[in-house]
């Protein structure tokens, strides 16, 4: 055997998967090589217990969260029994792992050390081998070496710094192209740094300068077409269809992976809700198949290279290199450590320390920086000062190697002058040159392709209308092409739980609010899955917030003659004037009281800071109390009642600050005070709340005996003509909608509403959006003024109390 493998013999090499091709090629040269090949985490699993997608399945059931059992098994595959561990989370597993211990589900590799001992022990390219020590300092017999690298005499200590992405893309990919003409193989060339707003850029500049770089896939197998039609038939047919689901599909990679993971799960109890959230929760982190490229320059994705690497190492910026490991989200960096996994700050040093091994190798052959990308500022990380690096300004280098350099490098002028108004002086004989026509040329408006049968029956609820008004393409997209939006954030979900307590109140007699808070976190947890320990955390501050609104109500229904509540109530209203349109919704509450005269207001609850705004109504972006009061209007059981208020109760307030002077009572019923226009009559509204004339009931109502209301009150006051106004406001923009939708006006153009409203916002189609900024339809200008009377109203209002 040649003496230079002879470190190599009877070994077990402990190196990244990027350096095991390099050992492997070893074996070309002399077949008698006798080695075993690790990764550091490899070596580390080999003394844990093992399990596989059966022990995945069983977690699952246990707990109903994909991520959270995967969190579960690394726990218990460190766990032992004989351990105490200070959390309590760690020790209320040790059933489960016994459990799954006697299931099998669980096993120990035999004498794992058998793999190390009699052993040379080779660890190649890791900085940080306190982990390795930890894990084979105890074994004997066995020889642990390294295999050195050589640092160079003077290593690389310029960077070059760019304006933007362009001119930084531009540069290496030149670079690159040099090194490859001057013989260097592409299979040795890696590129480092490129994170996913790269990987756009990467596929164009790779055409330009006809060297392939890797692009990292980051689509996942959830966003697939054809995963959402596959759990569809999976749902309704059960595993049977199966056996033909490859035979449709020969060939496709992503049908396979599909086949694979439904095949391996088709023991989970067939119920719809619990397979929808397993099987979304597992792809959502299965990438793809993405063709495979040979004889392309790689993208490099941890900081240990191979041998004899090239490496081009770009968006050298802050938080980029080196990187920050954060803390894992089931186990804590101290739950880890009592495991022996390697907790955040861990990671943070090994990674700091393979970044200041490359920066310090032959492999690094070139680093850059940009200043600006996609509206974004950069700063140079703090290692290239630390090591000395000096900046150099936009290179001009001496060749040019795009096919279209031209263009790329007119595209990069423009961009700084349509962004940052610079106008460079090249930038005009460019454009004379017309090379490039097509810049930033693209139609945003929409072009239909699936349109609205115009006799078809329609139903409305002021949710979708909002949608349409506030976007018609958002409404498109989710309404007429079924889009499906994203699954409930924790805030709508704490929505539904306070509405279904506030539901209670009224149906469930005798009321218990604990019954009632517990049974609705149940339903809410059946239905959309288990809350995380943060959320549940939560929950000990939300419980007494609602117990504060439950209060408020009660206080103030008590004093309301011969009540009858109707709530949650869904309805159904075909219109008079166009029996194609229907309009429908689930209103909140709606309270029917008094004597010798009947009245009644519709309360709206918000968990948020939305509130009615007869600003807004023209547009149709506040309309679900008005909408609400035309469905009450044709209400049979309320015809022989006056409508006297249409309100918004909120019973999740911002305000979470108390004065010191303010009692807990006073606090809780200023910051519930329902909200909205009422009538514009006191004695109606002292049927409805007997402090009327300074209310504790509704927010900024105030009447003076002598002066009548305040002017801030005044605003807000309705005689009934008004109310009737505005319920046919609500009809008439249903049925303006319904037309246009039946009509395919279906433009992109977002509104901005002031600082009160925006489409974009928080739309759940922002990523498939291609507007332009001139489509956004800006609606009266200015901020949202403060109601300089209320504000002076509600001092008085203070300083009387303090009289």
């Not at 006697?102 to 900085?127: C, D, K, T, W």
């Not at 060339?189 to 330009?208: K, N, T, V």
């Not at 044709?634 to 022989?640: F, H, I, P, S, T």
């Not at 106004?725 to 008439?732: G, I, Q, R, Y």
Request: net charge negative; with cysteine; hydrophobic share 35%.
């Amino acid at each position: 055997m040649d003496s230079k493998f002879s470190l190599f013999h009877h070994a077990a090499i402990i190196a990244p998967r990027s350096r095991h091709d390099d050992f492997l090629a070893l074996k070309n040269q002399d077949p008698h090589l006798d080695f075993e090949l690790y990764t550091l985490e490899e070596m580390e699993d080999l003394f844990a217990y093992q399990y596989d997608e059966r022990a995945l399945e069983e977690v699952y059931k246990e707990v109903g969260d994909e991520e959270q059992a995967e969190a579960i098994l690394v726990a218990l595959s460190r766990l032992r029994n004989e351990k105490e561990y200070a959390s309590p989370k760690l020790e209320v597993l040790k059933p489960l792992q016994q459990r799954l211990l006697a299931e099998g589900l669980l096993y120990a590799i035999p004498n794992p050390e058998r793999s190390f001992e009699h052993h040379n022990v080779v660890i190649s390219g890791y900085q940080n081998t306190l982990r390795i020590s930890n894990v084979l300092g105890e074994l004997h017999n066995m020889a642990i070496c390294y295999d050195t690298e050589e640092i160079p005499a003077k290593p690389l200590r310029i960077y070059f710094e760019f304006a933007d992405i362009y001119d930084e893309l531009r540069d290496v990919f030149n670079r690159i192209a040099a090194d490859l003409a001057s013989g260097t193989s592409i299979d040795d060339i890696y590129l480092l740094g490129a994170d996913e707003s790269y990987q756009d850029l990467l596929e164009r500049f790779s055409l330009y300068y006809g060297c392939q770089v890797e692009t990292t896939a980051s689509a996942k197998l959830y966003d697939s077409a054809l995963y959402h039609s596959f759990r569809a038939d999976y749902l309704e047919k059960g595993p049977a269809i199966l056996s033909d689901f490859l035979a449709k599909h020969p060939g496709d990679k992503n049908a396979e992976a599909l086949y694979k993971l439904f095949a391996r799960f088709s023991d989970l109890p067939h119920d719809e809700k619990t397979l929808k959230s397993f099987f979304d929760e597992r792809l959502k982190h299965e990438t793809q198949d993405a063709p495979h490229y040979e004889r392309v320059v790689r993208q490099l994705h941890d900081y240990i290279p191979p041998k004899n690497a090239h490496v081009y190492a770009i968006n050298c910026s802050m938080g980029v290199f080196p990187p920050v490991a954060p803390e894992g989200d089931y186990l804590s960096d101290s739950e880890s450590a009592s495991l022996g996994l390697p907790t955040s700050e861990d990671l943070t040093q090994e990674w700091a320390a393979e970044v200041n091994a490359l920066f310090d190798s032959s492999a690094l052959v070139y680093v850059s920086y940009k200043k600006k990308a996609f509206g974004g500022l950069f700063f140079p990380s703090g290692i290239l000062e630390e090591k000395g690096f000096k900046a150099e300004l936009s290179p001009i280098l001496p060749y040019e190697y795009a096919q279209d350099g031209a263009k790329l490098f007119e595209a990069s002028l423009r961009d700084d002058e349509v962004n940052y108004l610079r106008v460079d002086k090249r930038l005009k004989a460019l454009k004379n040159r017309k090379l490039l026509l097509d810049y930033r040329n693209f139609d945003y408006t929409y072009h239909p392709f699936v349109s609205v049968n115009p006799d078809e029956p329609r139903s409305y609820s002021p949710t979708q209308l909002k949608k349409y008004y506030g976007c018609p393409y958002s409404y498109y997209l989710e309404r007429i092409l079924d889009i499906e939006e994203n699954a409930p954030n924790f805030s709508a979900r704490i929505g539904t739980i306070f509405h279904a307590v506030m539901q209670s109140l009224y149906q469930v007699s005798p009321f218990d609010f604990e019954t009632a808070w517990d049974k609705a976190v149940a339903e809410e947890s059946e239905k959309n899955g288990a809350f995380t320990p943060k959320e549940n955390a939560l929950f000990f501050r939300l419980k007494d917030e609602c117990s504060y609104v439950v209060a408020f109500y009660q206080n103030h229904d008590s004093l309301l003659f011969d009540p009858r509540y109707s709530t949650e109530k869904p309805f159904h209203l075909v219109s008079e004037d166009n029996p194609l349109v229907s309009f429908s919704g689930q209103y909140d509450k709606i309270v029917e009281f008094g004597k010798e005269h009947r009245y009644y207001i519709i309360v709206d609850y918000k968990t948020g800071g939305e509130r009615f705004s007869e600003e807004m109504l023209p547009y149709g972006l506040s309309m679900q109390l008005p909408y609400y009061a035309y469905y009450a209007s044709q209400e049979k059981d309320l015809q022989g009642a006056e409508l006297i208020g249409l309100f918004i109760g909120p019973v999740l307030s911002p305000t979470l600050v108390k004065k010191v002077k303010d009692s807990l009572e006073k606090f809780n019923s200023d910051k519930f005070r329902i909200e909205g226009v009422f009538a514009k009559d006191i004695s109606k509204l002292l049927v409805l709340d007997p402090s009327a004339y300074k209310s504790t009931l509704i927010k900024g109502l105030a009447y003076s005996e002598k002066k009548g209301f305040y002017p801030y009150s005044l605003k807000r006051a309705k005689s009934p003509e008004d109310f009737a106004a505005l319920a046919k406001s609500a009809k008439d923009l249903t049925l303006g909608a319904d037309q246009k939708i039946r009509s395919g006006d279906f433009t992109i153009a977002p509104v901005k509403f002031k600082a009160i409203f925006d489409a974009c916002a928080y739309c759940t189609f922002r990523d498939v959006c291609y507007r332009k900024d001139e489509a956004i339809r800006y609606l009266p200008d200015g901020k949202v003024e403060v109601d300089e009377d209320e504000t002076s109203a509600d001092e008085e209002e203070e300083s009387d109390g303090l009289e």
